[in-house]
């Protein structure tokens, strides 16, 4: 088996049609698809088994994503892993293109790429675009301190390198995924494609968007990362790590109208490093413009 595609799913009755459709779309078909339930109490598990016979499903008590995707590894075959969560969706190109990339550049052990919206019309890449300089751009470890450069549903990955890392570290719900990337990227090229390859759902109030849930694991990630030994140990400064992921967590609390909440975390932010915050792909100044967002919602 050439992939297996990894779905860890928890109450996503909802959402899979959409999810496994975007499979069966794929240009390139030679994959598996093993589904790990994550202790689902919207009958998941029951519904995917009944309407989607080719799909492998596996169910466990509930443990988090990090548990039920390294149970899917686990369970499956395939040489790449390619990771898909269960509100979201590929483009079709999705595992062609990456995998005539992983032709291309037989020394990368996984590639990632970018993400758009569930509803954004994306043409399919051109054979020139695919093959022009800077389509594939490579990642170093110090990327990752500013923030997580990769979406987790763009994965596809070696399964040999998966293992040798020993896969998602259990302790952390939420960032998992982001700690994960950091120690794949220490120990292999990763290639992120500059062009979309996955669809992605963008909620208030998801795991991700939770400033109360996903502060203190993300805070403990870099603290791993950071320790003697961790990935990022002399890749930058931890403070401005730690600055960065409270002014992400101030936005969070912001687009939930918690203005008392989102200043108090701006300020740790900026006791964590008073220094301007140069992130890629965000604004300059987008730490004062959120200071003033937040003051502006108090009074």
């Keep these: 088996m050439k992939v297996s595609v990894i779905i860890p799913a928890y109450n996503a009755k909802a959402t899979i049609d959409e999810t496994l459709a975007s499979l069966t779309s794929q240009t390139f078909q030679e994959f598996e698809i093993v589904l790990v339930d994550d202790g689902s109490v919207d009958g998941t598990a029951d519904y995917v088994r ?66 758009t919206d569930l509803v954004a019309s994306v043409p399919a890449p051109s054979a020139e675009q695919s093959l022009a300089d800077g389509f594939v751009q490579f990642l170093s470890v110090a990327d990752f301190v500013s923030s997580n450069p990769v979406a987790t549903t763009t994965v596809l990955l070696k399964r040999t390198l998966f293992l040798t890392c020993e896969g998602f570290d259990t302790q952390f719900i939420g960032p998992e995924d982001y700690e994960l990337w950091m120690r794949i990227t220490a120990h292999s090229a990763v290639g992120k494609l500059q062009y979309p390859v996955s669809r992605y ?65 701006l300020l740790r932010s900026y006791w964590a490093c008073p220094l301007p915050l140069q992130i890629p792909g965000k604004r300059r100044h987008l730490r004062t413009i959120l200071l003033l967002a937040a003051l502006k919602g108090l009074f």
């Design 50 to 115: 009944e309407r989607y016979p080719q799909v492998r499903v596996f169910s466990q008590a509930n443990a988090g994503p990090a548990a039920a995707r390294n149970y899917g590894v686990r369970e499956s075959q395939g040489e790449w892993l390619a990771f898909l969560d269960a509100d979201d969706a590929w483009l079709p190109w999705r595992l062609q293109l990456q995998l005539d990339l992983a032709a291309k550049f037989p020394d990368v052990g996984m590639f990632c790429g970018q993400t």
């Design 201 to 265: 759902r963008d909620e208030v109030g998801s795991l991700s968007r939770n400033h109360e849930t996903f502060l203190p694991e993300v805070l403990r990630v870099v603290e791993k990362a950071y320790a003697p030994g961790g990935v990022l140990r002399g890749h930058g400064s931890k403070g401005r790590a730690l600055a960065v992921q409270y002014m992400g967590a101030s936005w969070m609390a912001s687009e939930s109208q918690m203005n008392g909440a989102a200043l108090k975390l």
